[in-house]
């Protein structure tokens, strides 16, 4: 996994908890890149699980509700470090449904050795929408923050809710999303 998944992380913990949360989480841990990582970097991505499983126990938030948390300051960063993959849509719905073809081939360039979570577009229809995530990292809170913070980005309000599914390829997760009004300036 891409080092600055971990950095941001690790980053977010420090904003969120303080730096000696974030020191103390490190110490507990038993990782094999020893929790100094670099942005350009290659991770295992049990590492992730493990920091998130040591953080959960230190501050008493689920392991889930932080990969959430942890989703949501990411999309932040990604809009600041690559705004290319931004600027392109006018909404959240468009840039939702062009994640798993349009934005992840884009990263692909950028990095040929990445793994990407396989996302599609089950269905898209007036406000109601369904995301399918499938990946062996089980990264499926994370990618419920990143959904939400992509319709925060867009100033747009959505509901979404997460099912797991299993079907001949293994286990999934689809995010069922019912647009809101939108968010005006005041």
């Not at 929790?35 to 230190?58: C, K, M, N, Q």
């Not at 499926?140 to 913070?149: D, R, T, V, Y």
């Not at 747009?156 to 809710?161: H, L, P, S, Y």
Request: hydrophobic share 35%; aromatic share 12%; with cysteine.
């Amino acid at each position: 996994m891409k080092g600055i998944i971990f950095t941001e992380v690790l980053d977010s913990i420090d904003q969120y908890f303080g730096e000696q949360v974030t020191d103390r989480v490190i110490g507990k841990c038993s990782l094999s890149s020893g929790g100094g990582y670099t942005s350009i970097g290659r991770y295992d991505p049990s590492e992730l699980h493990t920091l998130v499983e040591v953080l959960s126990a230190d501050v008493s938030i689920p392991p889930d509700e932080l990969q959430r948390l942890f989703g949501l300051h990411l999309f932040g960063r990604f809009a600041e470090l690559y705004p290319v993959f931004f600027t392109r849509y006018d909404n959240a719905t468009d840039m939702l449904k062009a994640i798993g073809s349009e934005v992840h081939a884009e990263v692909s360039k950028l990095c040929t050795e990445a793994r990407l979570p396989a996302v599609e577009t089950i269905f898209c229809e007036g406000k109601r929408m369904t995301l399918r995530y499938r990946s062996e990292r089980r990264l499926e809170s994370f990618c419920h923050g990143l959904i939400e913070a992509c319709f925060a980005y867009f100033r747009e309000r959505a509901e979404v809710t997460m099912q797991m599914g299993h079907d001949e390829k293994g286990v999934f997760h689809d995010f069922e999303i019912v647009k809101k009004e939108r968010f005006y300036d005041a």
